[in-house]
């Protein structure tokens, strides 16, 4: 089974600053299924980014990814009020497995 | 648009079973894989197993293997998860999500809809 690691398990910023999380698996994984989620509290996670890179529909483009082979990131330049809440990565390359989430809190 | 809508709220017993719906509506329920994740209180998300409703084949993460039946109706765009032989560490909030080709241009998918979530509380 591919684990996924994401770090911090939580970040504290200001709404403007930059967020870059982190999510590390255990063995290689084609950047194609590598996928990004927001979850906010009481709500069903969102999809945000497919294909390590690719903003779904909807999206705004102050979120990208990039990453390739066992190391992707998720970066927020500008944080806005709304985008306070928990990422999820997973990946598909072999199974499913979920990363374990990092909350971005309100610093 | 596509919707995904969940039976409500559960309480067991230890030892009990559970089944949870998934009623789908706005596509084509037969050709979209339906996939089931849980998520234990203040917890992340875990992948359970999937089922193709087209010819109902299965996938089970190896954790529920033996626990866990994933079927569906098609005459009624229903996904079903039911759960046996419930524990205590069972209790967690269960999502149906649909799995679909997500990239315009190549092979990626995601999940792109997903139920509201039915909390299954196991407690004596």
């Known amino acids: 089974e591919i684990v996924l690691t994401q770090s911090p398990g939580t970040l504290s910023l200001s709404p403007g600053e930059r967020a870059t999380l982190s999510c590390r698996a255990s063995?290689?994984?084609?950047?194609?299924?590598l996928v990004w989620y927001q979850q906010k509290p009481g709500q069903a996670p969102r999809l945000l980014i497919y294909?390590?890179?690719s903003r779904a529909t909807g999206i705004p483009d102050r979120f990208s990814g990039s990453g390739s082979g066992t190391d992707f990131t998720l970066t927020i330049s500008r944080l806005e009020t709304e985008d306070f809440a928990v990422y999820y990565c997973q990946q598909y390359g072999s199974s499913q497995t979920f990363g374990g989430g990092t909350k971005v809190e309100i610093k | 648009q596509v919707h995904l809508v969940q039976s409500g709220a559960e309480v067991k017993k230890p030892g009990a079973s559970v089944k949870v719906s998934c009623k789908t509506s706005?596509?084509?329920?037969?050709?979209?894989?339906m996939h089931w994740v849980r998520q234990a209180p203040g917890q992340g998300l875990e992948w359970m197993g999937s089922i193709y409703p087209n010819n109902g084949v299965t996938k089970y993460a190896q954790k529920f293997q033996g626990r866990v039946a994933m079927t569906r109706d098609t005459s009624i765009s229903t996904a079903y998860m039911e759960l046996r032989g419930l524990k205590s560490d069972d209790t967690a909030v269960y999502f149906c999500?649909?799995?679909?080709?997500?990239?315009?241009?190549?092979?990626?998918?995601?999940?792109?809809?997903w139920g509201q979530g039915t909390m299954v509380t196991v407690s004596s």
């Open positions: 294909g390590s890179s």
């Open positions: 999500a649909r799995w679909a080709q997500v990239g315009p241009t190549i092979k990626v998918f995601a999940f792109d809809v």
């Open positions: 063995q290689s994984v084609s950047s194609s299924y």
């Open positions: 706005g596509y084509t329920f037969g050709g979209y894989y």
